[in-house]
C-alpha cells in the first residue's frame, strides 16, 4: 500500500516519530518514496513530548541516506506537534514551495483521469472505489472505465461523508456505479459514452484471461512432490479472492514471497468480492489449482459448483493463518534439506591388497559404531579424499553388521582402493527433513 501511495503522489510526507526515530517501516517507506522518483520532505512528529530527540533521528535518517537540508543535505525535516499543532502551518508552507518549485499543475476542464486507491463491495451499493484525481474534472454520471470495471459514477462521497457532483485535481472521493471493483492502482478515466467503457472493458478482459489461461499449469496435488524431485514443477496455480483491495494486495504479496527456485505459487486470478463461476471456470482449467478466499464465504450455488467440478475452496479470516497454510504446502513439496549426522571412526592401521577383489584396510574403532552399506568419508591428514560405501566389514573372517568403538575390523569400500596407513573412515547417515520456510 506505501508503494501504490508513493506511485500516486508527487511529494511524499514521510512522518517519523521524534520519540521513537527509524523503525523498519519508515525504511520501506523511504525505499518506496525513493523507487517512486517522489520528493521527501520529512515531518518529525511528537516533538512535544519531553523524550523527543531531533537530533538523533536526523542522524539515523542520513545514515539511510537522506541527510537534512540543515546538515548540507537536500531533504527539508520540518518539526512537527500533531497534538498542539506547533510546526503544522510550517509544513503546509514548505509543501507549497516544494509544489511551486516542481510546477506541479493539473487542468480542471479536461477528460478525468485518476488512480483508485483502494475498492471493495458494500451491501447495499455494490463495488466501491476510493480514486484520487490526477487531470480533469470527474462528475457524476460520467461514464468511466478502469480495467476491466467499468460504468456510470452513481454517486460520489468525499473524507467528510458528503455527496458531492464533481471532483477536481488532487481531490479523493468514494465513488459508486461500477460493474466490480477495480484493481487498486488501476487508471480511471472518463470516456465519451458507456458503451465505449463497456467494450474498453471487455477488451481487457479477454486480454487478462486468455494471459492466465495461457499460464495455467494442470497438475495432479499427488504428482507435486515427484515432479519438485524431477525439477519439472513451474508453478502452483492459485484463485485468490478477498473483502478488500488491501487485503487482497496484502496476501498476495506474502503468497509470491514464499516462491523459490523449486515451488512457484502463481496467482492466475485475483480479485475483491466473493467466489464467482468465473473463478471456478479458471479451476476447471487447472483441476487442482488452490482456490483461496480471504473473510469471504462461498454462496450455496458455488458450493454445489465446486463440488461438481470436485474443486476445495479454503476460506480464512485471518491472514497469517492462510499464510501459514501455504508456508506448509510450500515447505512439504521442496526437496528435503538433508542433513548428515556422523556414527563413528575408525583408523587404519594396515592395508591388504588381495587380487581381483581389492584393497581391505585394517582399522580400529576409536569413536561409535561402524555399520555396513553406510557412507563413510576418507579423511587423509584432515582432508577428505574420498566419500563412498562400505561394501564389506568384517571381524576376523566373519563377515558383520556392525562393528563398535575398541574393536578391530576390516572394511572394503565400493569400487575405491586407494587407501592408506593413517587415513581415517568417518561413516555418516542422511537424514532428511521437511523443509520450513
Known amino acids: 500500500m506505501r508503494k501504490r501511495g508513493a506511485q500516486v503522489t508527487d511529494i511524499a510526507i514521510v512522518v517519523i516519530a521524534a520519540d521513537d526515530g527509524v523503525k523498519p517501516q519508515t525504511i520501506e517507506a523511504f525505499k ?61 508552507e514548505t509543501i507549497l514551495i516544494q509544489a511551486e518549485i516542481m510546477e506541479l499543475k493539473a487542468s480542471p476542464n479536461t477528460t478525468a483521469k485518476a488512480v483508485v486507491l483502494e475498492g471493495s463491495v458494500e451491501k447495499g451499493r455494490g463495488a466501491v472505489a476510493t480514486v484520487i484525481v490526477q487531470n480533469g474534472t470527474l462528475k457524476v454520471g460520467d461514464p468511466v472505465v478502469a480495467d476491466i470495471a467499468f460504468g456510470k459514477v452513481r454517486t460520489m462521497t468525499d473524507d467528510q461523508g458528503k455527496n458531492i457532483k464533481a471532483l477536481g485535481p488532487s ?8 460493474s466490480e471493483v477495480p484493481m487498486a492502482g488501476s487508471v480511471l478515466v472518463a470516456v465519451d459514452s458507456e458503451n465505449t467503457a463497456r467494450s474498453l472493458a471487455h477488451k481487457k478482459a479477454t486480454y487478462l484471461r486468455q494471459k492466465a489461461l495461457s499460464k495455467s499449469t494442470k497438475v495432479h496435488l499427488d504428482e507435486l512432490a515427484s515432479m519438485v524431485a524431477n525439477k519439472e514443477l513451474q508453478n502452483i496455480p492459485i484463485v485468490l479472492k478477498a473483502d478488500t483491495q488491501g487485503s487482497l494486495e496484502a496476501i498476495k504479496h506474502s503468497l509470491l514471497a514464499l516462491n523459490n527456485e523449486e515451488v512457484s505459487l502463481q496467482v492466475i486470478s485475483a480479485g475483491v468480492g466473493s467466489i464467482s463461476e468465473n473463478d471456478l471456470s479458471l479451476v476447471a482449467n487447472n483441476p487442482h489449482a488452490l482456490v483461496l478466499g480471504f473473510n469471504i464465504r462461498p454462496t450455496g450455488n458455488i458450493r454445489v459448483k465446486a463440488k461438481e467440478l470436485r474443486v476445495e475452496i479454503k476460506t480464512y479470516s485471518v491472514i497469517y493463518a492462510l499464510i501459514d497454510d501455504m508456508k506448509a504446502l510450500v515447505g512439504g513439496l521442496m526437496s528435503p534439506v538433508v542433513e548428515e549426522e556422523d556414527t ?44 563412498g560405501k562400505i561394501v564389506s566389514l568384517k571381524r576376523f573372517k566373519d563377515d558383520v553388521a556392525e562393528v563398535s568403538k575398541g574393536y578391530e575390523c576390516g572394511i572394503m569400500l565400493d569400487r575405491y582402493n586407494d587407501v592408506r596407513v593413517g587415513d581415517v573412515f568417518e561413516s555418516f547417515k542422511e537424514i532428511h527433513k521437511t523443509r520450513v520456510l
Open 171 to 178: 481531490e479523493v472521493a468514494v465513488i459508486t456505479g461500477l
Open 32 to 92: 518506496q518514496a525513493k523507487e517512486a522518483g517522489v520528493q521527501i520532505i520529512v515531518a518529525m512528529n511528537k516533538i512535544d513530548k519531553e523524550n523527543a530527540n531531533v537530533d538523533k533521528l536526523k542522524a539515523e535518517c542520513a545514515e539511510l541516506g537522506f541527510n537534512p537540508r540543515d546538515w548540507g543535505g537536500e531533504f527539508e525535516f520540518i518539526p512537527i506537534s500533531a497534538k498542539t499543532g506547533e510546526g503544522i502551518d510550517n509544513l503546509l
Open 344 to 387: 563413528g571412526q575408525a583408523e587404519v592401521r594396515e592395508t591388504f591388497v588381495i587380487p581381483k577383489v581389492g584393497t581391505i584396510a585394517g582399522c580400529m574403532v576409536v569413536d561409535g559404531v561402524i555399520n555396513k552399506g553406510i557412507k563413510v568419508r576418507l579423511i587423509r591428514e584432515g582432508v577428505v579424499v574420498h566419500v
